[in-house]
């Protein structure tokens, strides 16, 4: 037998090892996504941090998001013709640069363009990672080899807020971004000695001006809904018109699509009832779920009083119902069928953003511990059934399909929750304080609760005569916030009970495939 034959049996020879180099990798890539939570506080600070107001915020977290969700589909096809380990390379170089940059930003802005640098890094090394997995892993091992990636996202989500709070208990903000830098250094040492080359067979063409109108129409319609959240209006034409302006883009992108042979994405995908009611079922989970996590973070540090350490341990309630029961939601699915665990899941995560109305100044922290908790859990048992109507929707050579639509659908989901649900909560919190306050205050004041804070720490005196009225405006704005959160999810129940299939797809699919479909948390090299 040769050697080409053994590995084709047995996959090659240091896989485990390559393994466990792409998790590093990929984690790094994942804690970035939760890390800044818990710095929100301290970057709206004008003294310890850069004085960022709630669009800002917003921003930082958003600019990472879109730009990653709209490069992922082109990053998978560059992959394969310039080769995984080397995008790889770039990636994570273009990662370390990245948080350089963010850890030195002078001003919200830099940051938020150093985010997006990042985002850029990230959309490199996470499909690469997984291609990597399939090229030197047989497919008896697979699967397993796909398993422990997706658990390592698990970890991520764990590792990034403890570690955020901690390095926030010690040092300046800009720590939480500088940590990534030994890390990736280390990942381009082994990827560069561990890690096999490897290329597509065919070549397919990158679609840049798909990619080009996707982030322009997600960065333009997000910044209009954004924008009316920081003045206070719709009615302006910078919101109106730029969200008109967003939603022409995008609908130019899904016209360009159709015409082209070399599509980042099969926009006709979407005329399958199965397939766009799971896809809906996924932007309605993340859309909600990100937007309250985003805002929990000033409930816990300011209302609350909890330092970013804290803060963090609070949040990794959220990643331990992921651990816990991420691995066992397939199961469920294969025993109860999709529809039922579909509708119970997006029954308990309405549920649990309608009891957010329960939260006040007082409340027992245990409380927010099982909301993340419940949350996580819901949200573990979403995946599963919807990516399995997505792969029953779907003929088997375009397995890939459903796990690249479902990451970007959660990326893009994850900005739009923070976008839409911060304007709500940017304009319920204004109008509140407007009406609780007995004293006059500027408008940028007014703006966001940590604005206020802000504010108050700078005059000084009785900062209680502020922050009571901001405190009780910011509960007042969560509960609305939180109930419109709980209504948009409960149109997840309607979709599931509607298109999710009472079984699961268990024919036409191999064991890898079934594990990459149910993790839903990476995208193939590529669509077509």
């Known amino acids: 037998m040769t050697v080409n034959e053994t590995q084709t049996d047995t996959g090659h020879p240091r896989r485990w090892a390559i393994l466990s180099v792409l998790l590093i990798s990929l984690i790094v890539v994942v804690i970035d996504n939760t890390i800044l939570n818990v710095a929100m506080r301290v970057l709206a600070d004008p003294n310890e941090g850069l004085g960022a107001n709630q669009s800002q915020l917003a921003w930082a977290i958003n600019s990472y998001t ?41 001003t919200p802005e830099h940051l938020i363009y150093a985010r997006a640098l990042l985002g850029v890094g990230a959309a490199a090394i996470m499909p690469s990672t ?98 009316a959240g920081e003045t206070g209006s719709w009615g302006t034409i910078d919101v109106w018109g730029t969200i008109v302006l967003g939603i022409a883009l995008l609908a130019a992108f899904v016209l360009y699509e159709l015409r082209i042979p070399n ?82 899941a997006m029954t308990v995560m309405s549920g649990v953003f309608i009891s957010y109305l329960f939260l006040d100044e007082t409340t027992p922290l245990w409380v927010p511990l099982l909301q993340f908790f419940l949350q996580a859990a819901a949200m573990a048992n979403i995946m599963p059934p919807a990516m399995n109507t997505i792969m029953a929707s779907l ?76 405190i009780e405006s910011f509960i007042g704005a969560l509960h609305t916030t939180a109930v419109v959160a709980g209504v948009i999810s409960m149109l997840g129940i309607v979709v599931a009970a509607k298109y999710f299939p009472k079984k699961v797809r268990t024919d036409s699919h191999d064991e890898s495939d079934a594990l990459a479909a149910a993790s839903a948390v990476a995208a193939p090299a590529r669509l077509r």
């Not at 997995?133 to 590792?159: L, M, N, P, Q, Y």
């Not at 990827?191 to 129409?217: C, H, M, W, Y």
């Not at 940028?444 to 005569?465: L, R």
């Open 66 to 106: 879109l730009v990653f969700a709209g490069l992922l589909f082109m990053a998978g096809v560059i992959a394969d013709r310039i080769g995984r380990r080397r995008l790889l390379l770039i990636g994570l170089t273009v990662f370390g640069l990245a948080s350089v940059l963010a850890a030195y930003s002078q």
């Open 130 to 227: 997984l291609a990597i997995i399939s090229h030197v892993f047989s497919a008896k091992e697979r699967g397993k080899a796909i398993g422990v990636w997706t658990a390592s996202v698990g970890i991520g989500i764990a590792i990034g807020p403890v570690a955020g709070g901690a390095l926030l208990e010690h040092f300046w903000w800009g720590s939480i971004f500088l940590i990534n830098v030994p890390v990736v250094i280390l990942g381009l040492i082994l990827v560069r000695f561990l890690v096999p080359e490897s290329k597509a067979t065919d070549n397919q063409r990158p679609d840049v001006i798909g990619v080009i109108l996707t982030i322009a129409g997600l960065v333009t319609l997000t910044y209009g809904v954004i924008r």
């Open 395 to 470: 003929p088997r050579e375009r397995a890939g399909v459903g796990s690249a639509v479902a990451n970007a659908v959660r990326q893009t989901a994850g900005s739009f929750g923070v976008a839409v649900l911060g304007t709500v909560l940017a304009q319920a919190y204004r109008s509140d304080l407007s009406d609780n306050l007995d004293m006059d205050i500027p408008p940028s004041a007014a703006e966001s609760i940590a604005a206020t804070y802000g504010y108050s720490e700078n005059i000084g005196g009785d900062t209680e005569a502020i922050m009571g009225p901001a």
């Open 263 to 344: 599509a980042a994405l099969d926009v006709r995908l979407f005329k399958e009832p199965r397939f766009a009611s799971a896809t809906t079922a996924i932007f309605l989970v993340f859309f909600g779920a990100m937007g309250l996590f985003f805002f929990m973070a000033f409930y816990l540090q300011i209302v609350r009083g909890l330092s970013p350490f804290h803060v963090g341990l609070m949040m990794m309630a959220f990643a331990v119902g992921q651990i816990i029961f991420a691995p066992l939601s397939s199961t469920m699915t294969d025993k109860f069928g999709s529809r039922a665990v579909g509708i119970i």
